[in-house]
C-alpha cells in the first residue's frame, strides 16, 4: 500500500521566518495531495491542496509545491505567526471516488516563538 | 452553514462495554470516511461508507468494529468489548463524492478504563 513519510517532526521557527514542511511517497498512481493543520483537541483543518497536473499552487502566505517525478511534495509557511502553531499532516490519495480515503504523513509539530 | 458533526466529544468506557460514535456529513455530502488517531500519531484510515453501504473497509479490524451509514440518519462506528487499546481519537471525515476535499469532524475522544 501507499508509505507516507514526513520531515522533520518539529521545527521551531521564530515569527516571521519560514517554515517548510517536506513529504514523499511511494504509489505513482496517486494523484490528489492535501495537507491539513491540526490544533490542540480538535479535528483536520485543511488548508491547502494539489493536484497531480500542477507543479506549484498558493494561498496567500502558504503553498504547496509536487514533484511528481521524485514523489515528493512540500508546505511552505512564509511570515509565520504564533497562530500558526499546530500539528501539520500531508496526506496522499488516488482519488477517484474515493478521495477521501487518504494516507497521512506522520505529523509535524511547528511552534512558532513570539 | 454546519460541517462534520460527531458526538459525544468525549467518551468513556469502562472494559468490556459497548462504544458507539455518531458522525453526520456536511450537507450536500454522501461519503463518509472514519480514521483513528492514536495519541501522538497520524491518522490511520478504518472505513469508507456510503449511504446503506460499505465500500472500503481495509483499514478496520475484523472483531469487534462495526460501520454503518444508514439511509436515514448519522454513521455509527460501534466497537464492541472495548479493551484499553481502543483508546484514540476518533474522527469522521465526509465528500461529496466526485470532488477531492475531505473535511473533518472535530473527533470523539475515547477513553477506555
Known amino acids: 500500500g501507499e508509505n507516507v513519510e514526513q520531515h522533520p517532526s518539529t521545527l521551531s521557527v521564530q515569527e516571521g521566518d519560514s517554515a517548510v514542511i517536506k513529504c514523499t511517497y511511494s504509489?505513482?498512481?496517486?494523484?490528489?495531495f492535501p495537507w491539513y493543520k491540526q490544533e490542540l483537541g480538535k479535528g483536520p483543518q485543511l488548508i491547502i491542496d494539489i493536484r497531480s497536473n500542477v507543479g506549484e499552487k498558493k494561498d496567500q502566505r502558504i503553498a504547496v509545491t509536487l514533484n511528481k517525478t521524485a514523489k515528493h511534495f512540500s508546505l511552505h509557511i512564509t511570515e509565520t505567526q504564533p497562530e500558526d502553531s499546530a500539528v501539520y499532516f500531508c496526506a496522499v490519495t488516488g482519488g477517484g471516488t474515493s478521495y477521501g480515503k487518504l494516507t497521512f504523513g506522520q505529523g509535524t509539530i511547528l511552534t512558532v516563538h513570539p | 452553514n454546519a460541517g462534520v458533526m460527531q458526538n459525544p466529544r468525549h467518551l468513556v468506557r469502562r472494559r468490556g462495554q459497548e462504544a458507539r460514535l455518531r458522525c453526520s456529513p456536511m450537507?450536500?455530502?454522501?461519503?463518509v470516511y472514519w480514521y483513528r488517531q492514536l495519541p501522538e500519531e497520524g491518522l490511520k484510515f478504518m472505513v469508507y461508507l456510503q449511504k446503506e453501504n460499505i465500500i472500503d473497509e481495509s483499514g478496520m479490524p475484523k472483531e469487534r468494529f462495526s460501520a454503518e451509514f444508514p439511509k436515514e440518519g448519522p454513521s455509527i462506528l460501534r466497537i464492541q468489548q472495548v479493551v484499553r487499546g481502543d483508546s484514540a481519537a476518533y474522527f469522521c471525515?465526509?465528500?461529496?463524492?466526485?470532488?477531492?476535499?475531505?473535511?473533518f469532524g472535530q473527533g470523539t475522544r475515547l477513553t477506555v478504563v
Open positions: 471525515a465526509s465528500t461529496r463524492g466526485d470532488t477531492a476535499e475531505a473535511f
Open positions: 504509489d505513482s498512481a496517486s494523484n490528489y
Open positions: 450537507k450536500g455530502h454522501s461519503h
